[in-house]
């Protein structure tokens, strides 16, 4: 039985003269909720195709649950996706659409019922796909994903169209697939959703890997800072001067300085800011989100 | 695979679909039998391109079917777009991925669609046959044509000739749309090419040379319908015919298979 649910090495996708993917190398432990994180373009569904047998890479392995991404059959049974957004058949309503996938499959008819019930659509399954909204549209996505009982379950950019309360439902349920056992790779261009819920962190751009680990390993690499607010907006410049002298850079943003600094230097710029006269309004810490940290590690902005 | 069977049949079970094609291929089949005993004695003809089919021609054991082995022509095409349809669109409506990664043998759900769409055709065909032969029995008396041989041993053995002529055809051109709506990827483009070229530029052609009969695609599925004509044989037909349509399956299996997935 092997740990990890997802294993990538060198993997490429060439299309005509453009590098879609590029060599890229990264494991997805069992178990986990995964973000796979990047910009719009950056090779992320292109990715998901492959591992899902969709695409022939140009160069590389991978590896769904042990088994090699050249022999889709060996695993697709276990795999749950939801691939560039939910696509049906519009003529068909959500309830048909499930039964041609578990028809498909060979799943249990009564699982269809089930999962319209679990994502939200139960009172809507009799309605044509065409008449439901793209939140709606979003959710029959993820019930079909879930038909096989995943071991595996891919969702690209699943919170597209959904509402707060609908983003929190499938924040929600993404946890709990992961609690009972299910590893969850999630793509999404909004980073702060990924956040929330993924233990680990795929992070891609142009094509290439910038970063494959636990989200934990990611943050603490990043450096903290330190946020000081004057009652005087004319003694902003005073308080870069002291953090300069003491070698942390600073700067001047909305009305606060952001000093890089560990937390424990937040006393000693405290009692400097009162020794040189300066009343604080506010001292507080703040750790970089993961949307700072991509464009930090990217150089994007 | 017969989940594959399963799936599709769940597809094209839908009332619109099923009903309007029926609908289409009654309407065919009622015209063109109608035709041909309301129009017997009229000098323009009562068969296709102003051919005439005499009461000595109606009254054989295989009368009975005339009309039905005319109209195969016409459920052809219609086969025609039920499958370049049902084929394409899983493109257009990018649900090809989701029925890949249900089921990642890209043959198994090409055959598995071919088999259901196939099956689709035959209940299609078998209604039309009947519907044929009940308005052929309906108006034989008033055009003065004698029954007398239609349910006979040997009229019973036409219909049933005549019927797996009319699906061999009919299949074959639903094959022809697969082919189209595999290599075209777009339903629109899929049907309007097919129909026009089958049922205008062959038609043009062979008006241009009358000996190109022999080596259209479309006259020689037409041809396999009607058990053979005049001027071009069942067996040479079926042959041609067959050779069209193994080409076109090969190549837009093989594409289908290696092609990447990626809309």
């Avoid at chain 1, 519009?90 to 679990?118: C, H, T, W």
């Amino acid at each position: 039985m092997p740990n990890t649910a997802i294993s990538v090495s060198d993997l490429s996708k060439k299309y005509d003269d453009r590098l879609a993917v590029s060599h890229i190398n990264f494991e997805v432990p069992l178990g986990t909720v995964c973000g796979f994180v990047g910009p719009n373009g950056s090779g992320k569904t292109t990715t998901m195709r492959m591992l899902l047998g969709l695409i022939t890479p140009t160069t590389g392995q991978g590896h769904i649950l042990g088994e090699p991404i050249e022999h889709p059959e060996k695993y697709l049974s276990r795999v749950g996706a939801m691939i560039e957004g939910p696509a049906f058949y519009p003529a068909l309503s959500g309830y048909e659409n499930l039964m041609v996938l578990a028809k498909l499959g060979g799943f249990p008819i009564e699982r269809v019922q089930q999962l319209l019930d679990k994502v939200g659509l139960g009172d809507r399954g009799k309605s044509k796909f065409k008449t439901y909204s793209l939140g709606m549209k979003q959710r029959l996505g993820i019930a079909a994903a879930l038909l096989p009982e995943p071991k595996l379950l891919m969702l690209d950019e699943p919170t597209n169209g959904l509402d707060p309360e609908g983003i929190q439902e499938v924040r929600a349920l993404l946890r709990d697939l992961a609690n009972e056992g299910t590893t969850v790779f999630v793509s999404s261009h909004l980073l702060s959703e990924l956040e929330i819920i993924s233990d680990y962190i795929v992070m891609l751009r142009k094509g290439e890997i910038v970063f494959a680990g636990p989200i934990g390993e990611l943050m603490a690499q990043q450096q903290p800072t330190i946020i000081a607010k004057s009652l005087q907006h004319s003694d902003l410049q005073k308080i870069v001067e002291i953090a300069e002298a003491a070698g942390h850079h600073a700067v001047i943003r909305n009305d606060s300085v952001h000093v890089l600094a560990e937390m424990d230097w937040a006393p000693v710029l405290n009692k400097a800011a009162f020794d040189a006269g300066i009343t604080l309004a506010q001292l507080a810490p703040q750790l970089p989100n993961l949307e700072e940290t991509f464009f930090e590690m990217t150089g994007d902005k | 695979m017969l989940n594959v069977v399963k799936a599709e049949l769940r597809k094209l079970r839908r009332p619109t679909l099923f009903f309007g094609t029926i609908g289409a291929a009654l309407f065919f089949t009622g015209l063109i039998t109608s035709f041909i005993y309301l129009m017997i004695d009229s000098p323009r003809g009562n068969g296709d391109r102003g051919r005439t089919i005499g009461r000595e021609v109606l009254q054989l054991a295989s009368g009975s079917v005339n009309g039905f082995a005319s109209v195969g022509g016409f459920l052809g095409i219609i086969a025609l777009c039920v499958f370049a349809a049902q084929t394409a669109q899983e493109y257009t409506y990018g649900t090809l991925r989701n029925l890949l990664v249900r089921q990642p043998s890209r043959m198994k759900i090409l055959v598995g669609k071919l088999i259901s769409m196939a099956l689709f055709a035959v209940a299609m065909i078998t209604i039309a046959a009947v519907v044929s032969v009940a308005i052929s029995c309906i108006l034989a008396p008033g055009a003065k044509v004698n029954t007398d041989l239609w349910f006979t041993t040997a009229g019973f053995h036409a219909i049933f000739t005549t019927f797996v002529n009319v699906t061999i055809s009919v299949v074959a051109f639903g094959i022809v749309g697969m082919v189209l709506g595999l290599l075209l990827r777009s339903p629109i483009s899929a049907i309007s090419l097919g129909v026009l070229w089958l049922l205008i530029v062959e038609n043009l052609l062979i008006a241009v040379k009358n000996s190109w009969q022999s080596w259209l695609p479309g006259a020689q599925l037409n041809a396999i319908a009607s058990g053979g004509l005049v001027d071009l044989t069942y067996k040479h037909a079926l042959t041609v015919g067959g050779i069209y349509v193994a080409i076109g399956a090969t190549v837009a299996s093989v594409l289908f298979v290696r092609r990447d997935v990626a809309n």
